[in-house]
């Protein structure tokens, strides 16, 4: 069951993110209603296979840790290998990071055999949402990203979130991405509830004084973290996750 706390948390976002939808549907003269892309589940055909491996795995293996998100997440496989090897994988940590996930993606495993059926974890640690910002609207990807929250607290009951900012992306502050990725992170934060969801900011970590991006900590395409940048999110998140590991969290 959903903490008694995180579900007036979660009308509230909700009440919100309604309230913008409602005066940008105003403005849009003359078209119909839509649903929410980032809140519809939706599957793609090139990790269905993936998918299922990763959750027969789980169940099989067991999994105390659940890292969930996209190609940022699923990068621990390649440029943060070392990091996980030697902190994450003695903790019965699973890496569900797919490539190309938007929230919707997330929203479909989810419901199709990610969690529950003997995948339990005591920490999700999620971090989605960047993929959306070429396509939604920040109201749109917050609520994606409150509805994925939900769907874990129906699940894993038992189970901590630790729910992360989207990390900054493209070099300068003031990019049109970067600006709606600011927006997303203002609202999710108030998904905290201390108690079930644990909203961890951590994305001025990979950043300079000056608002640009740490470029050590970024590959090229300012946006896949280095190995640089996974030692940065390491070290910003484990004091928090090994709480959240403990018997009685503060």
């Not at 789980?58 to 030697?86: H, P, V, Y």
């Not at 000056?210 to 940048?229: E, I, Q, R, W, Y």
Request: charged share 20%; with cysteine.
């Amino acid at each position: 069951m959903i903490s008694t706390n995180l579900l007036p948390r979660l009308a509230l976002v909700f009440t919100l993110l309604l309230t913008g939808s409602v005066a940008l549907s105003a403005q849009a003269s003359g078209d119909s209603a839509k649903p929410n892309p980032a809140l519809v589940p939706a599957t793609r055909n090139t990790w269905i296979s993936t998918h299922n491996r990763l959750a027969s795995a789980a169940r099989q293996e067991g999994c105390d840790i659940m890292f969930l998100g996209d190609s940022i997440t699923f990068g621990w496989k390649d440029n943060g290998k070392s990091i996980w090897e030697e902190r994450y994988a003695p903790l019965k940590s699973v890496n569900f990071g797919l490539g190309g996930d938007r929230t919707e993606n997330i929203l479909w495993r989810l419901q199709n055999g990610a969690l529950g059926g003997g995948i339990n974890p005591k920490v999700v640690v999620l971090m989605i949402g960047t993929n959306n910002t070429g396509r939604d609207s920040a109201e749109q990807i917050a609520e994606g990203i409150a509805a994925i929250v939900q769907e874990i607290g129906k699940r894993a009951p038992k189970a901590k979130v630790l729910l992360l900012d989207i990390f900054p992306r493209s070099e300068k502050p003031d990019d049109v991405r970067r600006v709606k990725i600011d927006a997303i992170n203002a609202i999710i934060a108030k998904l905290d509830d201390a108690q079930q969801v644990f909203f961890l900011p951590i994305g001025q970590k990979f950043l300079q004084p000056d608002g640009t991006l740490n470029n050590k900590a970024f590959k090229p395409d300012n946006l896949h973290l280095s190995p640089v940048g996974y030692k940065i999110w390491a070290d910003a998140m484990d004091a928090k996750l090994s709480e959240l590991l403990s018997p009685n969290p503060a």
